[in-house]
């Protein structure tokens, strides 16, 4: 009994230092983001790694909170040795998707639920619009929509629109451009998809001429 009670009066002290070092780390984090000039991309990054940090103490402070409790409430022999694995893995998972959640937001073409919703993985409905417009500013735009069929492209956008929706001028740069080929442009954007048969080709962002 006296060894337990050492067990997690040790195991508090250790879970007052992961507070103490959160605190800190968030404070840094505040402090690095009021500061920060604006338009330099160097200071985005920095405020990344700061929000890493963040996160990686309070995944600390999770774990030494969760050890705590079942040392204070459990028998510690059964009880850590049963549920280390587990638990382990849950925080990675947690950790993982946490600082991905928070270094990634939705309107990033890194985010958790743009690069899920790509590769068909995402299981929630998402806004088309809002990811047609992450979808504008993924490099890899041109690669995700080569070789894919009009109906795939379709059922991953919503709608496809077709060239006579368009104005004028915009029918008039398709001449210029697609050669006669079949085209649409995804949704309302300015994006459009030049097909060959029934295969996209290539993807052109498109201005009034």
Same mark, same amino acid.
Do not use: G
């Given at each position: 009994m006296e060894a337990r009670r050492e067990e997690t009066s040790l195991l508090a002290g250790y879970v007052s230092a992961f507070s103490y070092l959160a605190g800190v780390l968030s404070g840094i984090a505040v402090v690095a983001a009021m500061l920060a000039p604006r338009g330099i991309p160097e200071s985005h990054d920095i405020a &990344?790694?700061?929000t890493m940090m963040f996160v990686a103490a309070m995944i600390l402070l999770l774990y030494g909170g969760l050890r705590l409790l079942l040392a204070a409430f459990v028998p510690? &022999?059964?009880s850590w040795s049963r549920l280390r694995a587990p638990l382990t893995t849950l925080l990675f998972v947690i950790a993982f998707v946490g600082e991905w959640l928070l270094l990634y937001p939705s309107n990033d073409d890194k985010s958790l639920q743009y690069t899920y919703w790509k590769v068909g993985l995402y299981p929630f409905n998402l806004d088309l619009d809002d990811v047609t417009g992450v979808f504008w500013s993924d490099p890899g735009r041109r690669e995700f929509v080569i070789g894919k069929t009009e109906?795939?492209? &379709?059922e991953k956008f919503g709608y496809l629109k077709p060239i006579s929706k368009m104005t004028p001028n915009f029918q008039e740069c398709y001449r210029e451009v697609a050669n006669g080929k079949k085209a649409f442009?995804? &949704?309302e954007s300015w994006l459009m998809i030049v097909f060959d048969g029934d295969n996209a080709i290539d993807l052109v962002l498109m201005k009034p001429c």
């Open positions: &990344r790694w700061l510690l &022999r059964v109906q795939q492209l &379709r442009f995804i &949704r």
